[in-house]
């Protein structure tokens, strides 16, 4: 007799995602496995007295979502209500940032915190209109005179706050910054209340800790979130000693232990991987070793739902605070930098790759976040140095961001089986931004996706949440048009990649990058049955509509979890 099935979608278009990008019409799911893919007829025939049919009417069927970039605890607790939602078109002036601190502080008892994320400078109108104009803490003296207030970027590598809290963090025209970090002061000396990179760590240390609970509730709240974008699985990019005031959130250990809390209830209904931070921005390799010692998850906590595989660690920052390491010089000047422990960039380098080797030697995957070319070179010679000194068959290590990355560095990645993970929606967002930074001609390079896949690199792409939204359908679209939020302007042509390599970014690659490509990542039998369901035809679709085309139904582990409202049987 054959085997009838839970749940059958038929009528579509398939996108299996297969070493072939195979297109079936059906797919059929029994045990929270895919049973059989094929055409309607066939799959028909599988249905039984208790299998639920889905007429698909011509919509598309992907394989889940794989975010493999996305900070989803801090997603939550760095949105309403936890925070204030600083991100264009929420505020469009500083203006508008004060405005909002101003009523959260008429709500909040006086000398608690008020935090936010979000503000972009290329979408405040004060900064648009002056380039010279900055945020200041003045701005928020006003507002919130009473409060210490900490607002950071839309990068999550910079905060602007106001006299109260450098105050309270003992920040004056005195105080000598971290190493790797930037105060800004103005021309008389005075701190202007923006803090770059490790400098960060001064006020947000201060901020309060969510507790357990609220992070398991965020962690809840950021899950249902994702199934209504079609998402199953995501690496939760930074948990651990050196992660505890990552944007103001606290995100230490006990949000690893809230995620293991939420398994063992059976609740966590997504596929996590998380790397650990035992390193802070700036940290050392003596950081590494210390925050290794005993960090693991259970036993008996399902590693399908949850698994750290991996280490995180910080080489330099970000371009549009110029402090990427970059081999030539911004066109303000400086280079930028390593912001690891060291008096100098040579040790700053040896130091990056000390750490780099602990990690690997532990028999960790490695993720570290680089973007400036000099930085990213470095990484890569020290992922080759460290597998030489303690050969590993597959350690899958990767470039988190790289968002120069050279040919010299993207084939050294693709020879020892290493990738990159990159950032197409946070390219939409600043692209315009970035050729004042960087010049043109590099702005145009940034986030060379089709150079990357055409040097033999299974290449990743995650939202990098909270820093853009973790709508994937905007990455996509994004990788195929490489277009410019503010203008429309396209930036980089010949690096805009097709649509099946793009989908192959967040499903099948990313699954390679989970260790987990032999059970979920494609739309073929014996693997999860994680599935994403679009309104529309996506193959049809011009890019530009992509953003806008319907997530219908999220299907994880073979229960439907998601539905959208007024596309039920």
């Not at 297969?18 to 297109?23: E, L, T």
């Not at 008389?188 to 800790?209: N, R």
């Not at 992660?243 to 609740?267: M, N, P, S």
């Amino acid at each position: 007799m054959p085997e009838t099935t839970d749940l059958i979608l038929t009528g579509g278009d398939v996108l299996t995602v297969d070493d072939a990008f195979s297109v079936a019409e059906a797919v059929a799911v029994r045990d929270g496995r895919i049973l059989a893919v094929g055409g309607d007829a066939e799959i028909r025939a599988l249905a039984g007295p208790g299998t639920r049919v889905v007429e698909l009417a011509g919509r598309t069927v992907l394989p889940g979502i794989n975010d493999s970039h996305l900070h989803a605890a801090a997603w939550a607790l760095t949105s309403p209500p936890f925070a204030l939602d600083l991100g264009h078109p929420a505020v469009e002036s500083i203006a508008d940032i004060a405005d909002a601190v101003r009523e959260a502080a008429a709500g909040t008892p006086a000398g608690e915190w008020i935090t936010g994320l979000g503000w972009d400078v290329g979408y405040l109108a004060e900064c648009l209109a002056d380039p010279a104009r900055r945020p200041h803490r003045a701005d928020l003296d006003a507002a919130a005179p009473d409060h210490p207030v900490c607002l950071t970027d839309f990068s999550g590598h910079m905060v602007w706050v106001n006299s109260r809290a450098l105050e309270l963090a003992g920040i004056d025209r005195d105080f000598e910054a971290p190493t790797g970090g930037v105060i800004d002061t103005d021309a008389a000396g005075e701190p202007t209340g923006v803090l770059k990179e490790t400098a960060q760590a001064l006020v947000q240390g201060l901020v309060p800790p969510v507790s357990v609970a609220q992070r398991k509730e965020a962690v809840l709240s950021a899950v249902s979130a994702l199934h209504a974008l079609g998402i199953t699985s995501y690496t939760e990019p930074g948990l651990g000693p050196g992660g505890a005031e990552i944007l103001g959130g606290g995100l230490d250990t006990a949000t690893l232990h809230a995620y293991v809390e939420l398994v063992r209830a059976g609740r966590l209904e997504a596929r996590v991987r998380a790397l650990l931070l035992p390193a802070p921005m700036g940290g050392s390799a003596a950081d590494v070793r210390a925050g290794l010692d005993g960090a693991a998850v259970p036993d008996d906590v399902d590693e399908r739902r949850l698994s750290v595989i991996g280490v995180k660690v910080f080489a330099d920052g970000v371009p549009p605070n110029e402090t990427a390491w970059m081999h030539e010089p911004y066109p303000a000047g400086g280079h930028g930098g390593l912001c690891v422990h060291g008096a100098d960039s040579g040790l700053k380098e040896a130091e990056l790759a000390e750490m780099i080797r602990i990690a690997h030697a532990a028999g960790y995957q490695l993720g570290v976040h680089v973007t400036g070319d000099r930085a990213i070179d470095s990484v890569v010679d020290a992922f080759a140095a460290a597998q030489l000194a303690h050969p590993r068959p597959d350690a899958r290590h990767y470039v988190i961001h790289g968002d120069f990355a050279s040919e010299r560095s993207l084939a050294k990645l693709a020879a020892h089986g290493y990738g990159i993970n990159m950032n197409p929606a946070i390219k939409w967002t600043i692209a315009d931004l970035m050729d004042g930074i960087v010049g043109s001609a590099r702005s145009d390079y940034m986030w060379p996706v089709r150079s990357a896949v055409e040097a033999g690199i299974a290449v990743c792409v995650g939202s990098d949440a909270p820093i853009t939204a973790p709508d994937w359908r905007r990455g996509v679209a994004a990788m195929l048009l490489r277009e410019s939020k503010a203008t429309g302007r396209v930036s980089g042509p010949e690096q805009c990649v097709p649509l099946e390599t793009a989908l192959r970014a967040y499903t099948v690659n990313a699954a390679r990058q989970d260790f987990a490509e032999s059970w979920k990542g494609t739309v073929e039998p014996g693997k999860v049955a994680d599935l994403c369901v679009l309104g529309g035809d996506l193959r049809a679709a011009d890019p530009h509509d992509i953003p806008d085309l319907p997530v219908d139904m999220t299907v994880f582990d073979g229960r439907i979890v998601y539905e959208r409202v007024g596309t039920e049987d």
